[in-house]
Each structure stands twice: as structure tokens, then as C-alpha cells.
């Protein structure tokens, strides 16, 4: 081999070596972060040069749209469920007694009337002691609203008869069917027995 066969090829690989160092060693990914419903992160060749990774980031999400403070109040709980339902129950029996008295003529008897007023009364007072949250609470106070209400009717009924002033009542059962405290009272007691079964508190026009 002659030597300008050396030298050229000496000044190749000088050249060679330059341009090699100005070539990339790694291949940077540039990376994206778009707000999205769902995460996702896609990444293919990373030695692909220019290759972008897209990541979608989660947002809070809030069912029905919303918000923690907007969430439903929390059930009633089972015993205080179970206590009320009770105290209702008793409720019920009292106004349907006083019903069937006035219906079939029977005497309005006060000492039956105010010994059934007691038993509601302890009963409230067993369920007062089952309250666990407010829903518990709240149920609670409707039915000591609806305690007073049906205490007072029984109370205008048990005068009026001391009166001799419940003829209407004896003689017509369209009387009863027309009196609009006794027949709410009744309304709001079912309504109450419903919603301590479902143990979701709720309102009714009759309890108000």
C-alpha cells in the first residue's frame, strides 16, 4: 500500500469521528398532561426520536354532580327505626280505638284514652334513648309533634263528651269522616309508619 493510500484513509477517519459525536446518544420523549374523564398513558417506542407521551390526568368526579355536602342525610338507624315504629304503632291503635268507639256507639272511655297517651309516652322516651344521628333526631321531633297533636284531639274529645256534646259523632259517622284534625292525624301517622319502615326521613303535608 503506497503512502497516499494511508494518509487518505488516516483524514477519513478523522472526519468520522466528529460527526459521531454530534449525534444524539438517547432519544428524548416529550411529555403532556391533558385533564381528562379517565387516566390513560400511552407510550410506544421510546427510541423512536420525537415521539410524544400523552398522560391524562384525573379530576374529581362527583356522582350525579354532587357535591360531598349535597350527599343524602344518613338512614335512620335500625334500633331507633325499631323504637319509633313502635311509638307509632301505639299512635295508630290509640286513634283507631277512639274510631271505633264514636263508630259503634260505644262510651269514649278517658281512663283507656289517657293510659293509651301514657304507653305513646314511653314509648317516645324508649326511642329518645335509640337516637344515633340527626335523621334519628329529626324523626324523633315528628313524631313528638304528632304525639302533642293526637293529645290535644284527645283531650277536645274526652271535654266535648264530658259536655254531652259528641252527639254528632255518635249519630252520623260523616262527622268524624269530616273532622280535619282526626283525619291529618291519621294521614300523618301512617305516613310516619312508612317512613320509619323505610328508615329515610322525609316530610308530609299532613305532619305540618
Known amino acids: 500500500m503506497t503512502s497516499q493510500c494511508m494518509i487518505a484513509i488516516l ?8 460527526a459521531a459525536a454530534q449525534a444524539p446518544t438517547t432519544n428524548s420523549a416529550e411529555v ?12 410506544e417506542d421510546r427510541e423512536s426520536p420525537g415521539h410524544t407521551i400523552t398522560v391524562n390526568v384525573w379530576s374529581p368526579a ?13 338512614k335512620l338507624s335500625r334500633n331507633f327505626a325499631a323504637a319509633g ?21 260505644f262510651p269514649l272511655g278517658e281512663f283507656w284514652i289517657q293510659n293509651d297517651l301514657a304507653e305513646i309516652d314511653d314509648s317516645l ?23 302533642g297533636r293526637i293529645r290535644a284531639w284527645s283531650n277536645w274529645m274526652i271535654e266535648q263528651n264530658k259536655r254531652l256534646a259528641l252527639t254528632e ?19 300523618c301517622t301512617k305516613f310516619l309508619v312508612s317512613m320509619l ?7 308530609s303535608n299532613s305532619c305540618l
Open 197 to 203: 319502615a323505610s328508615r329515610t326521613v322525609t316530610e
Open 32 to 43: 403532556k398532561q391533558q385533564p381528562g374523564d379517565a387516566t390513560a398513558y400511552s407510550e
Open 169 to 187: 259523632y255518635y249519630i252520623s259517622s260523616s262527622t268524624l269522616d269530616n273532622d280535619v284534625r282526626f283525619q291529618n292525624n291519621v294521614a
Open 85 to 105: 315504629l313502635n311509638a307509632a304503632f301505639r299512635m295508630e291503635s290509640t286513634e283507631r280505638k277512639i274510631e271505633n268507639s264514636l263508630r259503634r256507639g
Open 125 to 147: 322516651r324508649a326511642a329518645e334513648l335509640s337516637v344515633a344521628n340527626e335523621s334519628d333526631r329529626e324523626a324523633l321531633q315528628q313524631l313528638t309533634q304528632q304525639s
Open 62 to 74: 362527583r356522582s350525579n354532580g354532587t357535591s360531598p355536602s349535597e350527599a343524602a342525610p344518613p
Open 11 to 18: 483524514i477519513a477517519g478523522a472526519l468520522t469521528i466528529p
